[in-house]
């Protein structure tokens, strides 16, 4: 197979051999060139690129031939560039295989990398990137955080609109490619380019992230997504009113409320079970916030266990490490010596800022004693000179 090899070759005579090349694969492609131009011939060798997706060429051939076409787009100039990167993106997306899309991500990247960091197209480009990747099972080769992917268009920073796609498509790709965590943090990142005005737009993207945080069995502190605009427009609704309970109720009030709405909750695709181990989990937490000793019998009525459960609970909460603290089975007692707060709200950090500034008071003090110290040290010594 003839694949077009270009070194030191014009665009124009770039342009000519990838028609020729296309029309012996089968393409719809006349070989001459177009009497409008570079750009209609771009657009037309664009159009038919994805024919070498099944004209038997190797993988090789087809990233040689789709790399000479990124040579051409990175070089090109005109009105209709950007519309000609988008429809080469959109090609390469469709890759009929795992192999080929492997090829397609090899020269999306290029094709990034091409790009001028101010060229508003490099969103463009990206976008693609995350789902070839993300569908060949590489995410990890273009997405490490949001705060990275944000970084990469500083000097061209993309609309709302376009940052809500980007949130979405990496939401599905994470949850695709098995990191549910960072797709959960990609979902709050996404509720949080909403306001008051358009929350309602994100109904059905708040309701999933309520859902996946609550089944989610290592996510315990859910007071957070209370403040996100799309999860306030839903107050006053089952799934609101659910979260609060995660958020501040007792074992005892998620018990009514699923004794009052099983089908509900089933509904939500959630387990019954693993809620109540979770909401036993967040009580103990509750109720250890200031306690430093607790009796194994007010645990066992609290979270409705037998008597023989209790140490086996017990063990459960020391392992999610939220709570620390010490067993004493001859006592029956459990010695707490900290819990992660369950809520964290402004009395909270009021608390912190006195603890800290009461810290860096009394270093003051003690920086300003060794001093003084060092200072008479320093004289004594000068005296008996």
């Not at 665009?11 to 009497?35: T, V």
């Not at 490099?122 to 080769?141: E, I």
């Not at 109720?249 to 959630?270: I, M, R, S």
Request: net charge negative.
């Amino acid at each position: 197979m003839n694949v077009p090899v270009f070194i030191d070759i014009t665009l124009e005579e770039q342009a000519g051999e990838l028609r020729k090349y296309f029309k012996s694969q089968g393409a719809n492609i006349s070989e001459e060139r177009s009497s409008e131009g570079l750009e209609d011939d771009l657009k037309k060798i664009v159009e038919v690129c994805d024919s070498c997706f099944t004209a038997g060429a190797t993988e090789s051939e087809v990233e040689g031939v789709l790399n000479g076409i990124v040579s051409m787009l990175a070089l090109v100039e005109g009105d209709k560039r950007e519309e000609l990167i988008i429809s080469f993106c959109e090609k390469l997306s469709k890759a009929p295989s795992h192999q080929l899309g492997l090829v397609c991500l090899k020269v999306l990247w290029s094709l990034f990398m091409s790009l001028e960091d101010n060229s508003i197209m490099r969103f463009h480009v990206y976008y693609y990137l995350v789902g070839v990747a993300g569908r060949t099972q590489q995410l990890d080769t273009v997405y490490k955080d949001m705060s990275t992917t944000k970084n990469m268009f500083t000097k061209t920073p993309p609309t709302n609109d376009q940052m809500q796609s980007l949130y979405r498509l990496l939401h599905e790709m994470l949850l695709l490619n098995g990191k549910s965590d960072d797709a959960g943090r990609v979902m709050i990142e996404l509720l949080g380019t909403y306001t008051t005005e358009n929350a309602s737009q994100a109904r059905e993207e708040a309701q999933r992230c309520i859902i996946a945080c609550l089944a989610d069995p290592n996510t315990f502190l859910l007071d957070h997504l209370l403040a996100l605009k799309p999860v306030k427009f839903l107050e006053g609704e089952l799934i609101h009113t659910l979260l609060s309970i995660f958020v501040g109720e007792q074992l005892d009030a998620y018990l009514k409320f699923y004794d009052k709405n099983k089908d509900f909750v089933t509904g939500l695709g959630l387990k019954h079970e693993d809620n109540v181990r979770k909401m036993k989990l967040l009580s103990f937490m509750q109720m250890a916030e200031n306690r430093s000793e607790i009796p194994f019998s007010e645990i066992r009525d609290a979270m409705q266990l037998n008597e023989d459960e209790v140490e086996e609970f017990l063990i459960d909460v020391i392992k999610t490490r939220l709570v620390r603290a010490k067993i004493s089975q001859g006592d029956q007692l459990v010695y707490v010596s900290s819990t992660m707060h369950r809520t964290f709200g402004k009395g909270d950090w009021h608390q912190l800022h006195t603890l800290l500034s009461g810290w860096k008071t009394n270093l003051s003090s003690v920086k300003e004693h060794l001093a003084h110290i060092s200072s008479t040290q320093v004289e004594l010594m000068h005296k008996k000179n």
